[in-house]
């Protein structure tokens, strides 16, 4: 089906290891984002991308590498995990003026 | 300094009724505005859009509203349902198409009731 699939759906790591998430859409959207959701901020912008190996920096990157070698993939790694990096994390990619988003990716860090 | 602002962190309104949600924004430079809608455990769903050129957008229950000059919108839903028991996120963007991604309130849960 198309649409835009993110793996895991759960995680649970321990503080210090490094994660991949993962994003992956059919539709051959050109610009993709990532975003994280913490109860009283709402979703904040970490990673975007304008096509592949184009990428930049959002709101509150610290923490976070980013990869696009292909279109339809973009990968959000934590290179040492730290609690603060515990949330819901949300991938998307953008038709003209709407962006679509994935299920999301819930992470917990111990 | 959050430039998109839910002040109601919630809201309950009767099923059959109008449900308003309201949004406030600071950024002079935002020209595009969407609300989309969250269910537990899912991403967020668009709803609808407005550009700042417009003052109204309906899309069958759902109208979007633009005041401009008081950088306020608000959605309305008519009449709602109990699937609209949701969170609902006022979006913006700066660049018309949100090249750069957009900028979110912190949700207003709505709890329709029978």
């Known amino acids: 089906d198309a649409g835009i699939t993110q793996s895991p759906r759960y995680k649970i790591t321990e503080t210090g290891r490094q994660v991949t998430l993962m994003c992956h859409q059919t539709?051959?959207?050109?610009?993709m984002f990532w975003y994280r959701q913490d109860l009283g901020h709402g979703l904040r912008l970490i990673y975007y991308s304008a096509a592949a190996d184009i990428t930049d920096k959002g709101e509150v990157p610290d923490g976070y590498v980013v990869s696009r070698s292909k279109t339809e993939n973009f990968p959000l790694t934590l290179e040492s995990a730290t609690r603060s990096q515990t949330s819901v994390y949300f991938c998307?990619?953008?038709?003209?003026?709407?962006?679509?988003f994935g299920p999301g990716t819930r992470l917990t860090v111990t | 300094d959050q430039q998109v602002k839910q002040n109601s962190p919630s809201l309950s309104v009767q099923e059959g009724r109008i449900s308003i949600l309201n949004c406030d924004y600071t950024?002079?430079?935002?020209?595009?505005f969407l609300w989309y809608k969250k269910y537990p455990a899912e991403g967020p769903t668009f709803l609808i859009s407005?550009?700042?050129?417009?003052d109204k957008n309906e899309d069958g229950r759902f109208t979007v509203f633009l005041n401009k000059s008081a950088k306020h919108l608000s959605l309305h839903i008519v009449p709602s349902q109990p699937g609209d028991s949701a969170v609902y996120f006022c979006a913006a963007s700066a660049q018309g198409g949100g090249a750069d991604g957009l900028t979110f309130g912190k949700g207003t849960h709505l709890i329709i009731q029978p």
């Open positions: 539709w051959s959207h050109s610009y």
């Open positions: 998307a990619s953008r038709e003209l003026y709407e962006q679509y």
């Open positions: 407005i550009s700042s050129i417009k």
């Open positions: 950024n002079s430079m935002f020209d595009y």
